[in-house]
Protein backbone atom coordinates (compact mmCIF):
# COMPACT_ATOMS: atom_id res chain seq x y z
CA UNK A 1 0.00 0.00 0.00
CA UNK A 2 2.89 2.36 0.30
CA UNK A 3 3.92 1.98 -3.54
CA UNK A 4 1.97 4.09 -5.82
CA UNK A 5 3.83 2.70 -9.14
CA UNK A 6 6.89 0.64 -10.16
CA UNK A 7 8.66 1.91 -12.83
CA UNK A 8 11.08 -0.56 -14.99
CA UNK A 9 13.70 1.10 -17.42
CA UNK A 10 15.57 -1.20 -19.77
CA UNK A 11 18.58 0.71 -20.67
CA UNK A 12 18.58 -1.13 -24.32
CA UNK A 13 19.42 -4.58 -22.57
CA UNK A 14 20.57 -7.62 -25.15
CA UNK A 15 19.69 -10.31 -22.87
CA UNK A 16 15.86 -10.44 -22.91
CA UNK A 17 15.11 -8.43 -20.43
CA UNK A 18 12.22 -6.86 -21.71
CA UNK A 19 10.60 -9.96 -22.45
CA UNK A 20 10.98 -11.29 -18.77
CA UNK A 21 9.57 -8.05 -17.04
CA UNK A 22 6.65 -8.33 -18.97
CA UNK A 23 6.41 -11.78 -18.15
CA UNK A 24 6.64 -11.13 -14.75
CA UNK A 25 4.85 -8.50 -14.62
CA UNK A 26 1.52 -10.02 -16.94
CA UNK A 27 1.44 -12.35 -13.91
CA UNK A 28 1.34 -9.85 -11.51
CA UNK A 29 -2.13 -9.33 -9.32
CA UNK A 30 -0.86 -5.81 -9.39
CA UNK A 31 -0.33 -5.29 -13.01
CA UNK A 32 -1.59 -1.92 -12.89
CA UNK A 33 0.66 -0.33 -10.60
CA UNK A 34 4.02 -1.45 -13.32
CA UNK A 35 4.68 0.46 -16.08
CA UNK A 36 7.89 -0.45 -18.36
CA UNK A 37 9.78 1.72 -20.37
CA UNK A 38 12.64 1.39 -22.60
CA UNK A 39 15.29 4.12 -23.42
CA UNK A 40 15.40 5.24 -27.04
CA UNK A 41 19.92 4.90 -26.36
CA UNK A 42 22.25 3.79 -23.69
CA UNK A 43 22.49 6.36 -21.23
CA UNK A 44 24.13 4.44 -18.61
CA UNK A 45 23.50 3.86 -14.92
CA UNK A 46 23.77 7.63 -14.10
CA UNK A 47 21.49 8.46 -17.39
CA UNK A 48 18.66 5.83 -16.22
CA UNK A 49 19.07 7.45 -12.75
CA UNK A 50 17.86 10.69 -14.54
CA UNK A 51 15.38 9.53 -16.61
CA UNK A 52 13.88 7.73 -13.11
CA UNK A 53 13.95 11.37 -11.34
CA UNK A 54 12.61 13.18 -14.04
CA UNK A 55 9.75 11.16 -14.42
CA UNK A 56 9.23 10.92 -10.99
CA UNK A 57 9.16 15.12 -10.77
CA UNK A 58 6.92 15.32 -13.51
CA UNK A 59 4.07 13.32 -12.48
CA UNK A 60 3.79 14.49 -9.13
CA UNK A 61 5.35 11.92 -6.61
CA UNK A 62 6.56 12.63 -3.48
CA UNK A 63 8.86 10.04 -3.06
CA UNK A 64 11.31 8.02 -5.39
CA UNK A 65 12.76 4.58 -4.06
CA UNK A 66 15.46 3.33 -6.65
CA UNK A 67 16.77 -0.08 -6.83
CA UNK A 68 19.51 -1.73 -9.24
CA UNK A 69 19.40 -4.00 -11.27
CA UNK A 70 21.70 -6.02 -11.12
CA UNK A 71 20.39 -8.18 -7.97
CA UNK A 72 23.42 -7.29 -5.58
CA UNK A 73 21.15 -5.64 -3.09
CA UNK A 74 17.88 -7.32 -1.91
CA UNK A 75 15.12 -4.26 -2.53
CA UNK A 76 13.01 -6.16 0.67
CA UNK A 77 15.64 -4.57 3.07
CA UNK A 78 13.63 -1.31 1.96
CA UNK A 79 10.24 -2.40 3.22
CA UNK A 80 12.17 -3.97 6.61
CA UNK A 81 13.43 -0.05 7.29
CA UNK A 82 10.17 1.40 6.29
CA UNK A 83 8.42 3.37 9.31
CA UNK A 84 6.50 6.45 8.65
CA UNK A 85 8.39 9.10 10.09
CA UNK A 86 11.25 8.32 7.46
CA UNK A 87 9.19 9.80 4.99
CA UNK A 88 9.90 13.28 6.80
CA UNK A 89 13.78 12.29 5.62
CA UNK A 90 15.44 13.93 2.91
CA UNK A 91 17.29 10.47 1.91
CA UNK A 92 17.64 7.03 3.06
CA UNK A 93 20.20 5.07 2.36
CA UNK A 94 21.25 1.45 2.69
CA UNK A 95 24.40 0.87 3.63
CA UNK A 96 26.86 -2.53 3.03
CA UNK A 97 28.71 -1.90 6.13
CA UNK A 98 26.41 -1.28 8.77
CA UNK A 99 26.81 -3.75 12.53
CA UNK A 100 23.60 -5.74 11.14
CA UNK A 101 24.49 -5.59 7.49
CA UNK A 102 25.37 -8.75 5.81
CA UNK A 103 27.63 -9.56 2.66
CA UNK A 104 28.10 -12.69 0.61
CA UNK A 105 31.08 -13.11 -1.32
CA UNK A 106 32.25 -9.71 -0.70
CA UNK A 107 36.30 -9.80 -0.12
CA UNK A 108 38.53 -8.52 2.68
CA UNK A 109 40.14 -6.70 0.20
CA UNK A 110 37.25 -4.76 -1.43
CA UNK A 111 35.74 -4.27 1.79
CA UNK A 112 38.61 -2.27 3.41
CA UNK A 113 38.73 -0.68 -0.26
CA UNK A 114 35.07 0.45 -0.03
CA UNK A 115 35.03 1.84 3.54
CA UNK A 116 38.20 3.52 2.78
CA UNK A 117 36.50 4.93 0.15
CA UNK A 118 33.54 6.08 2.41
CA UNK A 119 36.18 7.91 4.67
CA UNK A 120 37.33 9.60 2.23
CA UNK A 121 34.09 10.91 1.52
CA UNK A 122 33.39 11.85 5.36
CA UNK A 123 36.48 13.83 5.14
CA UNK A 124 36.51 15.82 2.47
CA UNK A 125 32.78 16.82 3.34
CA UNK A 126 33.25 16.40 7.24
CA UNK A 127 30.09 14.50 7.27
CA UNK A 128 29.58 11.23 8.93
CA UNK A 129 29.37 9.39 5.73
CA UNK A 130 28.05 5.45 6.13
CA UNK A 131 27.44 4.42 2.15
CA UNK A 132 28.02 6.05 -1.23
CA UNK A 133 26.46 3.49 -3.70
CA UNK A 134 24.95 0.63 -2.75
CA UNK A 135 21.93 1.27 -5.07
CA UNK A 136 18.91 0.67 -2.48
CA UNK A 137 17.52 3.98 -1.57
CA UNK A 138 14.36 6.32 -0.77
CA UNK A 139 14.86 9.70 -1.65
CA UNK A 140 12.35 12.83 -0.95
CA UNK A 141 11.56 14.26 -4.01
CA UNK A 142 10.74 18.00 -3.05
CA UNK A 143 14.50 18.31 -2.53
CA UNK A 144 14.59 18.05 -6.11
CA UNK A 145 12.86 20.02 -7.65
CA UNK A 146 15.09 22.33 -9.19
CA UNK A 147 17.10 19.16 -11.16
CA UNK A 148 20.61 19.88 -10.19
CA UNK A 149 21.43 15.84 -10.61
CA UNK A 150 20.85 16.47 -14.55
CA UNK A 151 24.72 17.77 -14.57
CA UNK A 152 26.05 14.69 -13.32
CA UNK A 153 27.59 12.75 -14.91
CA UNK A 154 26.01 9.67 -16.21
CA UNK A 155 28.11 6.56 -15.66
CA UNK A 156 29.02 4.56 -12.04
CA UNK A 157 30.06 8.32 -10.67
CA UNK A 158 26.52 9.51 -10.89
CA UNK A 159 26.51 8.28 -7.23
CA UNK A 160 28.99 10.35 -5.88
CA UNK A 161 28.03 13.23 -7.18
CA UNK A 162 24.57 12.71 -5.07
CA UNK A 163 26.54 11.67 -1.98
CA UNK A 164 28.81 15.47 -2.39
CA UNK A 165 25.82 17.22 -3.15
CA UNK A 166 23.38 15.90 -0.29
CA UNK A 167 26.64 16.84 2.04
CA UNK A 168 27.08 20.21 1.15
CA UNK A 169 23.46 20.95 1.22
CA UNK A 170 22.46 19.38 4.49
CA UNK A 171 20.45 17.04 3.27
CA UNK A 172 19.14 14.96 6.44
CA UNK A 173 20.25 11.23 5.38
CA UNK A 174 19.68 8.10 7.18
CA UNK A 175 21.32 4.54 6.99
CA UNK A 176 19.73 1.16 7.54
CA UNK A 177 21.54 -2.30 7.07
CA UNK A 178 21.15 -4.23 4.07
CA UNK A 179 21.72 -7.76 2.32
CA UNK A 180 24.43 -7.70 -0.49
CA UNK A 181 25.81 -10.47 -2.58
CA UNK A 182 28.80 -10.25 -4.38
CA UNK A 183 28.67 -12.14 -7.43
CA UNK A 184 30.33 -10.42 -10.38
CA UNK A 185 34.50 -10.60 -10.37
CA UNK A 186 35.37 -7.08 -11.35
CA UNK A 187 39.02 -6.87 -12.78
CA UNK A 188 41.64 -5.10 -11.58
CA UNK A 189 42.45 -3.01 -13.92
CA UNK A 190 38.42 -1.58 -13.84
CA UNK A 191 39.06 -1.25 -9.59
CA UNK A 192 42.17 1.29 -10.33
CA UNK A 193 40.32 3.02 -13.09
CA UNK A 194 37.13 3.74 -10.69
CA UNK A 195 39.88 4.55 -7.54
CA UNK A 196 41.26 7.26 -9.91
CA UNK A 197 38.16 8.65 -11.37
CA UNK A 198 37.08 8.70 -7.62
CA UNK A 199 40.07 10.26 -6.11
CA UNK A 200 39.63 12.71 -9.34
CA UNK A 201 36.55 13.87 -8.31
CA UNK A 202 37.01 14.51 -4.62
CA UNK A 203 40.51 16.30 -5.76
CA UNK A 204 38.23 18.92 -8.13
CA UNK A 205 35.66 18.83 -4.99
CA UNK A 206 37.98 20.22 -2.50
CA UNK A 207 39.34 22.76 -4.70
CA UNK A 208 36.05 24.34 -6.25
CA UNK A 209 32.99 22.19 -5.34
CA UNK A 210 30.51 24.71 -6.49
CA UNK A 211 32.65 24.63 -10.23
CA UNK A 212 32.45 20.43 -9.57
CA UNK A 213 28.41 20.84 -9.56
CA UNK A 214 27.60 23.54 -11.85
CA UNK A 215 29.54 22.16 -14.80
CA UNK A 216 27.52 20.00 -17.52
CA UNK A 217 29.13 16.52 -17.45
CA UNK A 218 26.46 14.61 -18.70
CA UNK A 219 23.25 14.40 -20.60
CA UNK A 220 20.07 17.15 -19.68
CA UNK A 221 17.76 15.55 -22.58
CA UNK A 222 16.46 12.39 -23.24
CA UNK A 223 13.60 10.26 -24.27
CA UNK A 224 12.15 6.42 -23.67
CA UNK A 225 9.68 4.56 -25.11
CA UNK A 226 6.49 2.95 -22.93
CA UNK A 227 6.70 -0.60 -24.05
CA UNK A 228 3.06 -2.55 -24.35
CA UNK A 229 3.44 -5.34 -22.27
CA UNK A 230 0.97 -7.38 -24.86
CA UNK A 231 3.01 -6.84 -28.15
CA UNK A 232 6.34 -5.45 -26.48
CA UNK A 233 5.65 -1.89 -28.87
CA UNK A 234 5.54 1.69 -27.47
CA UNK A 235 5.33 5.07 -27.79
CA UNK A 236 8.24 7.81 -27.57
CA UNK A 237 8.08 10.68 -25.05
Same mark, same amino acid.
Given at each position: ?139 ? !?? /? #? ?6 ? &? ?5 ? %?? @? ?39 ? !?? /? #? ?6 ? &? ?5 ? %?? @? ?15
Amino acid at each position: NIVSQVLIIDNLSLDGTPNAVAQHINQSKNRSKYLLIQNSKNYNLGGSYKVALTYALDNRFTHLAICHGDDQADPNDLYLAYKPEIVECDCVMGARFLPDSKRKGYSIIKMLGNRGFTLLFSIVTRKRIKEIASGLYMLR !LD /K #FQNRFFLK &FRDDLTF %DY @FVTLYMAVNKFNVVYFPISWQEEDQVSNLKIIRQTWTMISI !LY /K #FCTNKQKL &FDKAHGI %DQ @FSYQVVDLDCQEGVTN
